[in-house]
């Protein structure tokens, strides 16, 4: 392995040295995903090369792709792999973005300005100087120290790779007995993937019920959901070991009280934040391993270093509290906003309500807001209902049942969450909740939104509202106030 200095980034000086004195800014990203590309691009758009040049680093083999998309590509609903790339390599470069693919950042040097990064081909390691940083280093799988979890035929879902060599495994395997990891999101997910490619899929989960981001009761019905579509669910289960046979692939996983046969195993445990640069190099972390910034996305106590995307944790606008929220969506606002600050502009980042979305199969699974216990950590009194109603007109064909639960604040009836579990045309509509979450709203304000409305679209009163109005009557039942007329 060689060492050596940057000098090919068009600055005239030694970039060991610190960042340059002479000849455009130099802007250093690092990660080529959605974040920080996101970051370089809005720069790119506000800065040209003469004032702003721009070296970012990505140690994989593709940049700008779509994680999410990666189970719909497993399960055969997105045909191609490069479907799920928004901007290659040549792109970006195409814009002046000095890109430099299979090369990891091993070391920030806060102090001196500079990175040292290392060609995964070569082995050669250079320093490069910045004048300004962009940490988007993303989130890493849970992947648990237990025996066997290297072996052949056990899989994450995190990138392009990942879900190719997924792909690969599936093609030569000849049993068709698929176990997931987790159940949350990706293992949800991941478990309806199984399924469309005609696996007998067991589904391990160490909490009470599927999706821990919904209260259990809500979990329920999703659990009952995934039964009915052939999949084995096993639940308050911890997974102790993944057996292997004489040939060194995975056989089953193993439990404290059973074992499940398997030819694939999929995790999905979920992720954390990849901040293991930022920590070595003592910038700020916040109690669940993320980032720190302010609301320009620039980390807290350093004026030329801005951070976004799954590294990060971002403020709770329900709670007030910091939370690491890995998805796509912040990732891309959080790049914009820092690609504006960088280029001499001006944005912020208010925070987030924790809004979600997906489906197993044809139920769509959707929260945003406060979860039960997320209330009682922030020390909030608050009171639920739920609500059953249809997506459309109940007379109108195909409505289908859909089950709201929303959270109010008992003392000011100010809205605090809502889950929705339901077919055709329940996930999106909450999308309603986040928009009255982020302005504030409380339930009883709630009751009177103008909502769209025509039989084939929605009942009278969306389902929304009608949790809406449940919530006000109660609130005010408990604090001995009658209920408004609202009809």
């Given at each position: 392995m060689t060492t050596s200095t940057d000098t090919s980034t068009g600055t005239g000086t030694d970039s060991s040295a610190g960042p340059a004195a002479r000849g455009p800014e130099r802007l250093v990203v690092i990660g080529g995903d959605a974040a920080g590309m996101s970051a370089a691009s809005q720069a790119r758009r506000l800065k040209g090369p003469d004032e702003l040049e721009i070296v970012a680093f990505e140690r994989g083999r593709f940049t700008s792709f779509s994680a999410c998309g990666i189970p719909y590509w497993v399960a055969g609903?997105?045909?191609?792999?490069?479907?799920?790339?928004?901007?290659?390599?040549?792109?970006?470069?195409?814009?002046?973005?000095?890109?430099?693919?299979?090369?990891?950042?091993?070391?920030?040097?806060?102090?001196?300005?500079?990175?040292?990064?290392?060609?995964?081909?070569?082995?050669?390691?250079?320093?490069?100087?910045?004048?300004?940083?962009?940490?988007?280093?993303?989130?890493?799988?849970?992947?648990?120290?237990?025996?066997?979890?290297?072996a052949d035929g056990v899989h994450g879902v995190q990138t392009l790779e990942d879900g190719q060599a997924l792909l690969d495994t599936l093609e030569r395997t000849t049993g068709r007995r698929a176990v997931v990891v987790g159940a949350g999101y990706i293992g949800v997910e991941m478990a309806e993937a199984m399924i469309k490619r005609g696996y007998e899929v067991t589904v391990i989960n160490r909490g009470r019920e599927p999706m821990a981001t919904l209260d259990p009761d809500m979990g329920r019905l999703v659990h009952r959901a995934m039964e009915g579509l052939g999949i084995t669910m096993v639940n308050d289960a911890e997974v102790t070991e993944l057996l292997t046979g004489d040939d060194g692939r995975v056989r089953a996983v193993a439990t404290v009280d059973a074992e499940y046969p398997a030819d694939v195993v999929v995790l999905g445990i979920g992720v954390r934040p990849e901040t293991a640069l930022a920590r070595a190099s003592g910038l700020p972390l916040g109690e669940h391993g993320g980032l720190l910034t302010d609301r320009s996305m620039r980390v807290r106590g350093y004026e030329n270093i801005w951070a976004g995307g799954d590294c990060?944790?971002?403020?709770?606008?329900?709670?007030?509290?910091?939370?690491?929220?890995?998805?796509?969506?912040?990732?891309?606002?959080?790049?914009?906003?820092?690609?504006?600050?960088?280029?001499?502009?001006?944005?912020?980042?208010?925070?987030?309500?924790?809004?979600?979305?997906?489906?197993?199969?044809?139920?769509e699974i959707a929260r945003t807001g406060l979860r039960e216990k997320d209330a009682h950590r922030a020390g909030l009194r608050f009171e639920t209902v739920t609500i059953e109603s249809t997506s459309r007109a109940g007379y109108y064909p195909n409505a289908s049942p859909m089950t709201v639960k929303m959270l109010a604040e008992l003392r000011t009836g100010r809205l605090l969450g809502v889950?929705?579990?339901?077919?055709?045309?329940?996930?999106?509509?909450?999308?309603?909740?986040?928009?009255?979450?982020?302005?504030?709203?409380?339930?009883?304000?709630?009751?009177?939104?103008?909502?769209?409305?025509?039989?084939?679209?929605?009942?009278t009163w969306d389902p929304v509202l009608v949790a809406a109005r449940k919530a006000t009557a109660k609130i005010r039942a408990t604090a001995g106030r009658p209920s408004p007329r609202t009809s």
């Open positions: 609903d997105v045909a191609e792999r490069d479907e799920l790339i928004a901007r290659t390599p040549e792109e970006h470069r195409a814009r002046d973005i000095g890109l430099r693919m299979r090369t990891e950042v091993t070391e920030i040097d806060p102090d001196r300005g500079r990175v040292r990064a290392r060609d995964l081909d070569s082995g050669t390691e250079s320093w490069t100087s910045y004048d300004k940083l962009v940490i988007a280093t993303g989130a890493r799988p849970v992947r648990p120290e237990l025996p066997g979890m290297d990060v944790e971002v403020l709770d606008l329900v709670s007030g509290q910091e939370r690491h929220i890995a998805l796509g969506t912040h990732a891309n606002k959080h790049g914009q906003v820092i690609g504006s600050n960088v280029g001499g502009d001006y944005a912020t980042f208010p925070g987030v309500v924790g809004t979600a979305v997906s489906k197993v199969c044809d139920l889950q929705i579990v339901g077919r055709e045309g329940a996930g999106k509509r909450v999308d309603i909740a986040a928009v009255a979450l982020t302005a504030g709203m409380t339930v009883e304000q709630m009751t009177m939104l103008d909502l769209g409305y025509a039989p084939p679209f929605s009942p």
